[in-house]
Nanobody
Framework: QVQLVESGGGLVQPGGSLRLSCTAS????????MAWHRQAPGKQRELVAR???????SYEDPVKGRFTISRDNAKNTVYLQMNSLKPEDTAVYYC??????????WGQGTQVTVSS
């Protein structure tokens, strides 16, 4: 059993910042990559950022230059620092892990609302 617990969401004004955290626990085999996705109302879930166990990162165009993904391998934790937030960033944010066997696990999601 693998459990992912997310935290850090909330309400923030445009231009503000939030930091999301996601910690994995349980019967985790070697983690290959960790990622953040988001799903806005009425839209499909989309990838936001991804980081491999080697520290290689990638970002989707809408968040490049504003969001930073990082991880603490010893703590099985991935972070998403979100700066210069915009109303269009409003969504439920989900973390995901992929292990070396291709198994994928999702968190329960945390709400981020950007509004004045």
């Amino acid at each position: 059993q693998v459990q992912l617990v997310e935290s850090g969401g909330g309400l923030v004004q445009p231009g503000g910042s939030l930091r999301l955290s996601c910690t994995a626990s349980g019967s985790i085999r070697s983690i290959y990559a960790m990622a953040w996705h988001r799903q806005a109302p009425g839209k499909q879930r989309e990838l936001v950022a991804r980081i491999t166990s080697f520290g290689s990162t990638s970002y989707e165009d809408p968040v490049k230059g504003r969001f930073t993904i990082s991880r603490d391998n010893a703590k099985n934790t991935v972070y998403l620092q979100m700066n210069s937030l915009k109303p269009e960033d409003t969504a439920v944010y989900y973390c995901k892990i992929i292990n070396d066997y291709g198994e994928t696990y999702w968190g329960q999601g945390t709400q981020v609302t950007v509004s004045s």
